[in-house]
């Protein structure tokens, strides 16, 4: 590179050297870096424009995603009451059709045999998959791979499945689910050698198992259903007795299970009964605990999770934390004594809720001694609220007190009855599942939210029904749900299209010989090719049988390129063939279905618009490196511009000097002579 060596300075000669050099150099800009400036902008703006037609056709792919089969098989519930009488129930129950994953679209899962921690897999072993009617994606291991190396091959591969590991007691097993659910879209895995063990064919047992079949969208199916509730469901709910503020829980162990599942340790981290609380709710135990008082003593609260009759509670302490035992009977059993057992000294306080009792046993039976028997006549015959038994283990003899209500129940004794101690939670609410009714058949279920009694179909039971009432669901297609979801389509694609128009718009020139002005992907033929792909998708025979289009069911295109609803022949479809106008947008070969894959297409990775995305971006670096080098080249031809004319104006300078020096020496001679 050239390098200026002079000081650009109009003081070092006669030429203003700085302003000849801006001149030629802006001359040279504008025939070099003016262009491709332009050509610079040019992209940009195309780039920019493809970035708002990405968006648009995003939020069209986003709307045909929600567009299931459901939101156009929409179907109404009408609860009626046919019962007769004056008190009658009202609202037991609402229904949600197509709510329950029983009418959900599933994909197929497969999951392969168990392989040892670390089971290498050898590189250049390969593996086929096959989804539905698609090519097989083959995947071959560049590097020795361990299962989840394969599973990460498979998944960089987009081969159509996600693959996942779980491991359990036989090792790790690689899982295979379909990215799209449906029947149509099974998968078939071909491998070799050292991979050989993950090959799927349903007709070909091995290793491989399916975990879960591939199922369709279904709906509800329409008709009337007669249903009495008897029993709702209900969580286990329980109360401690009273409990003074400030008690504390300095020993002993508390422990709770719930259902079937494991008996949880409760450990709090302070000995206050709100440590207690906070520590079963931090819990695994299946419980929710608060404090509730009762204006004078503190009461804790345990409620299960979940309803149900399996879901019920047993709770275990010693020491301190004794008065939280709760046994599912609702029974307090006190510990074995001996089946001779006498009584001379001392009482038993019973409290059974808010209420004390002072039991002193007498001889009731006439045995000349006081026994277990009679400590359980002088209990009954107290009147306290629970009633006293006796059972015995084979060995010993133990006292049992059954509550006749829901309140918490504590007995403790003193001298020869210290041995007859214990106590229980008081039953808020039991654990129960509900009961009902469909169509004369007994239904239980452990929620309120009944799912799957009627395939489709979700009752959420709020009251018990009584035998006056007559109640019925009726369950039919809803042309007006239909209605809605065909709208949405309308106006999904009006907003595509609309937003398509204005890129693309031309706009005449009013002066004549003047060009015409246009949008930014105007001249785009890409554009066009893509809007085109759209439309014809949706024109033609179309439904899982082909005889039924659009325009049958009242959706045209109009002259400016939307869409239009003519609701009234919908709605006429829809009443002559609900079933055939449903699977016309979501069936098989439905316009909705089609358009999914279309614009998975348009805007996958290697599709259309990111094609053509990245060859604008392409050009575009070319047009800076040519900006940078055309830069550098005229900074170069500055800087000789610049040593050029100081060299110059050196030069000029020192002519201009002499010629002073001359024109003075001539002076002096013409005045000597």
Known sequence: MATSTGTISTSAGPLDVSTLVSQLISVESKSKLTPLKTKESAFNTLIS???????????????????TAASFSAQKTTVSNAGTGSNLTTDPFTAEANSDDSTKILSQ???????????????????????????????????????????????????????????????????????????????????????????????????????????????????KYSIGVSQLAQAVKVSSASIAPGSTFDNGVLAIKTGTGSTVLIQPKSNSLAGVRDAINASDAGVNAAIVSDGTNDHLVLTAKDSGAANSLRVSGTGNFAVFNFDPSGTVTTTGVATNQTYSTGSLALQVGSKSFTITPTDLDGSGAIGLNDVMK???????????????????????????????????GSNDYAALSGSSMGQLAKAQ???????????????????????????NLAKVTTSADNFTLSIANDTSGLSTAANSFVTAYNNLAKTVANLTKQTPSTTKGQASTGSPLAAESSVLNMMAQIRSTMLGALGDDGSMNLSQVGIAFQKDGTLALDATKLTAAGNKDFEAV????????????????????????????????????????IVTDQQTA????????????????????????????????????????????
Request: aromatic fraction near 4%.
């Open 49 to 67: 424009a493809y970035g708002s037609l990405k968006n648009a056709l995003s939020s069209y792919q986003s709307a045909l995603k929600v567009m």
């Open 109 to 223: 899962k497969l999951k392969s045999g168990g392989y040892a921690s670390g089971t290498t897999f050898n590189a250049g072993d390969s593996i086929a998959i096959k989804v539905g009617t698609n090519q097989p994606t083959f995947i071959t291991l560049q590097a020795n791979a361990t299962l989840s190396g394969v599973r990460d091959a498979i998944n960089a591969g987009k081969t159509g499945v996600t693959a996942s590991i779980v491991t359990d007691g036989s090792g790790d097993h690689l899982v295979l689910e379909s990215n799209t659910g449906g029947t149509a879209n099974t998968i078939k895995v071909s491998a070799n050698n050292t991979l050989a063990g993950l090959s799927y064919d349903p007709s070909v047992s091995g290793s491989v198992t399916q975990i879960q079949a591939p199922r369709d969208a279904t709906k509800a199916a329409a008709g």
């Open 378 to 412: 002088a209990i009954n015959n107290a009147s306290t609220g629970v009633t006293a038994s006796i059972s015995n283990d084979g060995s010993q003899d133990h006292l049992v007190l059954t509550p006749t209500g829901t309140d918490a129940i504590q007995l403790t």
């Open 433 to 459: 599942d509900a009961k009902l009714t469909i169509d004369g058949v007994a239904v239980t279920s452990t929620s309120n939210k009944v799912s799957n009694a009627i395939s489709g179909v979700t009752l």
């Open 582 to 621: 449903s699977k016309l947008f979501t069936g098989t070969g439905g316009v909705v279905t089609k358009l999914q894959k279309v614009m998975d297409g348009i805007l996958a990775d290697s599709g259309t618009l990111a094609a053509k995305t990245k060859g604008l971006q392409d050009s575009l670096k």
């Open 630 to 673: 055309a830069n550098t080249r005229l900074q170069n031809l500055k800087d000789n511009y610049t040593n050029q004319f100081n060299r110059l104006n050196l030069t000029l300078a020192t002519m201009q000097t002499r010629q002073s020096y001359l024109t003075q020496q001539l002076s002096k001679l013409s005045k000597s002579s």
